[in-house]
């Protein structure tokens, strides 16, 4: 007697939905460590003159992350 697995086909779309996910959280991460190190390369008093600290700029990564 043989036995076949089959996945109903909502399983497929779980497996498209989870890989189109984790490519998704790929993109915002990369979005994030571009915005991270641009923001890393300025001075304390570039960062002064916008009104940023670098405690702010994690947040503001973040938040450009987001928006890519």
Do not use: C, W
């Amino acid at each position: 007697m043989t036995h076949a697995l089959t996945l109903p086909f909502e399983g497929l779309g779980l497996v498209h939905r989870l890989i189109a996910g984790f490519k998704a959280a790929q993109a915002r991460r990369a979005a994030f460590n571009r915005a991270y190190a641009e923001l890393q390369m300025l001075s304390d008093r570039e960062l002064m003159e916008f009104g940023l600290h670098r405690s702010d700029l994690v947040d503001l990564a973040r938040d450009q992350a987001e928006q890519a």
